[in-house]
């Protein structure tokens, strides 16, 4: 394992922590001491990404944070569905239902490679932390929504990239393609 790979786990399994507590944070500095002012920094940055969006649901629309989370929600859905979804799909050179099965949460955020997270940032127009948010709070969303519908809602099941990844059925191109966005940094 490289280093960058061990740091990029850690990170990956901290922002997957269903308890974003200051206690979870302690935990992990004194598992990971050398990544103790990443790790804050990241907690920070979450912490606030999650305050955003709990305004977005309960602040009138003239705060400007609720414009901001929104802008960012909204940028995130037009890029995960309709058009978006498949200027994405041509782009990244994979199938749609790649794509799809970010939209429909079906994939656990703290599992995803950052180099996917980063160019999926980047098409939206948005950063990592707003995707990770999004993703951790996409699954409650669809949840609610469904109880709209005429039929008994069917929880979809989340699950870890890799499995994802492996239930595609890649071409051999695909394939090739996912694995450059992978292990890129997400810049072209």
């Known amino acids: 394992m490289t280093p960058d790979s061990r740091v990029e786990d850690v990170f990956f399994a901290f922002t997957a922590e269903p308890d974003m507590a ?13 990544l103790a002012e990443a790790l804050t920094d990241l907690y920070h940055e979450f912490a ?4 955003d969006l ?9 705060e400007p944070a609720f414009e901001q989370t929104a802008d960012h929600i909204e940028r995130i859905e037009a890029a995960l ?3 978006g979804l498949r200027a994405l799909a041509r782009a990244l050179r994979l199938p749609r239902d790649f794509v799809a099965g970010f939209r429909d ?3 656990r955020p703290g599992s995803i490679p950052l180099g996917v997270l980063k160019r ?5 127009g948005v950063g990592v932390l707003h995707m990770l948010a999004y993703f951790r709070h996409a699954a409650g969303i669809r949840r609610a929504l469904a109880f709209k519908s005429d039929h008994k809602p069917k929880p979809s099941e989340i699950m870890d990239y890799s499995d ?3 239930n595609l059925g890649l071409t051999s191109e695909e394939a090739f393609a996912l694995a450059e966005l ?6 072209d």
Request: glycine share 6%.
């Open 22 to 34: 200051p206690e979870t944070l302690r935990t992990y500095i004194l598992r990971y001491p050398d």
């Open 48 to 51: 606030t990404v999650d305050l």
């Open 54 to 62: 709990m305004v977005v649901e309960t602040a009138p629309a003239a």
């Open 81 to 83: 569905s309709g058009d």
């Open 105 to 107: 949460a079906q994939v």
């Open 120 to 124: 999926l940032g980047d098409f939206a």
């Open 164 to 166: 994802f990844v492996r």
């Open 182 to 187: 992978e292990h890129s940094d997400g810049s």
